[in-house]
């Protein structure tokens, strides 16, 4: 099986089950984008690179997550509504121990 099973929560509070492939390299944004569950030119501006907050999320699982690098935590020191659980889901790289992961897009930074 190729395919792990993700719970994320869109910035209008509906929750959408999803699977995501495992053997693609991607990350959590980019599963988020290609199933547009915000809209276009809201999530991942700089285009999963750490450079904007623009992805941010909650992980409202249990899973455990790599830490985080650097420019993750840097980029989360400046970005609005964080939580401690916030992170950047470009940085979050899609592998099967994440199966039943669960999450929430943080609101657009206005």
Not at 60 to 74: P, R, V
Request: proline share 3%; net charge negative.
């Amino acid at each position: 099986m190729s395919d792990i099973k993700i719970s994320i929560k869109d910035r209008e509070n509906k929750t959408h089950e999803i699977l995501a492939p495992t053997d693609m390299s991607m990350n959590l944004m980019e599963v988020i984008r290609s199933y547009e569950l915000a809209p276009e030119g809201t999530l991942g501006v700089c285009g999963g690179m750490a450079m904007c907050a623009s992805c941010q999320c909650y992980i409202t699982s249990n899973h455990k997550i790599d830490d985080m690098g650097d420019e993750e935590e840097a980029m989360l020191s400046e970005a609005f509504n964080t939580k401690a659980n916030s992170r950047l889901s470009c940085q979050i790289f899609i592998k099967k121990e994440l199966d039943g992961l669960m999450c929430e897009i943080a609101p657009e930074e206005l």
